[in-house]
């Protein structure tokens, strides 16, 4: 079973910066990508960043040039730096990971709060 945990969320004001985890229990190669999503109450769920098996990132424009994706294989980890952090920015964060081919299976963590105070 696979089990993703999240971290790293918290209280913050504008301006700053935070670095959310999230780890697997297992190793991340067998993903074919992982990524972050977040809600904001009364909002749908919406993609933040992804990062695939092989390194290629894709982010929303709204955190394009404030938000970096990475991953550590060796401790089965990815981040999520989030720096210039803005009000609106303030949502549940989910990590997310996917596997599959011709079907597409999705893993999901638990999420952790992210609040920016202006």
């Known amino acids: 079973q696979v089990q993703l945990v999240e971290s790293g969320g918290g209280l913050v004001q504008a301006g700053g910066s935070l670095r959310l985890s999230c780890a697997a229990s297992g190793s991340i190669f067998s993903f074919n990508a992982m990524g972050w999503y977040r809600q904001a109450p009364g909002k749908e769920r919406e993609l933040v960043a992804t990062?695939?098996?092989?390194?290629?990132?894709d982010y929303a424009d709204s955190v394009k040039g404030r938000f970096t994706i990475s991953r550590d294989n060796a401790k089965n980890t990815v981040y999520l730096q989030m720096n210039s952090l803005k009000p609106e920015d303030t949502a549940v964060y989910y990590c997310?990971?996917?596997?599959?081919?011709?079907?597409?299976?999705?893993?999901w963590g638990q999420g952790t709060q992210v609040t920016v105070s202006s």
């Open positions: 997310n990971a996917r596997r599959g081919v011709i079907t597409i299976y999705h893993y």
């Open positions: 990062i695939t098996s092989g390194g290629g990132t």
